[in-house]
T-cell receptor, first 117, second 113 residues
């Protein structure tokens, strides 16, 4: 597609429920990233995919958070047993591989605003 | 530890005035550096980036940034601000470790008529 798309744009859920957030990267981009933006914490890295594998999951805040990527394209971020502190905007970005394996510029989607009541 | 610092949380400038937003990075090696802008309710839009070469980088919307290795800085500038520039601006750095961007805290820009 023309840009990174994310769905839903807004999600309101009750504490304890599971949620799935979807990211559709720019066509042909092999790298995909999830970030979280919240008032107290700013922009935080969550996880990075290169193809379908995730070489860096260091930013996932707890084992309630997981992500997968299939077919080297769409990615889903799942939050189980949501808590109020999970309320944030979840941003997805994608990039293409640059020289020598370095990833290049990251292009961001519009985000999913998650509200946990 | 790798970090990016934006010392100014909020800046107000008059329309037509010049603008400089500060950004400092910390690490031994020079990272790749970026400036993004975020309007309310929107995602992050790339303004410009520095990888290597010329230390003065031109971006979109009339913005430019200058990389200064001696000061570990990558300040964003615009000679004449427009009301539509009001937004939040993020400086970010990419190091060759896993591909993640390290973001500064952001600077909110207000433009007064």
């Amino acid at each position: 597609g023309a840009g990174v798309s994310q769905s839903p744009s807004n999600k309101v859920t009750e504490k304890g429920k599971d949620v799935e957030l979807r990211c559709d990267p720019i066509s042909g981009h092999t790298a995909l990233y999830w970030y979280r933006q919240s008032l107290g914490q700013g922009l935080e890295f969550l996880i990075y995919f290169q193809g379908n594998s995730a070489p860096d999951k260091s930013g996932l805040p707890s084992d309630r958070f997981s992500a997968e990527r299939t077919g080297g394209s769409v990615s889903t971020l799942t939050i189980q047993r949501t808590q109020q502190e999970d309320s944030a905007v979840y941003l997805c970005a994608s990039s293409s591989l640059g020289l020598a394996g370095w990833t290049d510029t990251q292009y961001f989607g519009p985000g999913t605003r998650l509200t946990v009541l | 530890a790798q970090s990016v610092t934006q010392p100014d949380i909020h800046i107000t400038v008059s329309e037509g005035a010049s603008l400089e937003l500060r950004c400092n990075y910390s690490y031994g090696a020079t990272p790749y550096l970026f400036w993004y802008v975020q309007s309310p309710g929107q995602g992050l839009q790339l303004l410009l980036k520095y990888f290597s070469g010329d230390t003065l980088v031109q971006g979109i919307k009339g913005f430019e940034a200058e990389f200064k290795r001696s000061q570990s800085s990558f300040n964003l500038r615009k000679p004449s601000v427009h009301w539509s520039d009001a937004a939040e601006y993020f400086c970010a750095a990419f190091y060759n470790q896993g591909g993640k961007l390290i973001f500064g805290q952001g600077t909110e820009l207000s433009v007064k008529p």
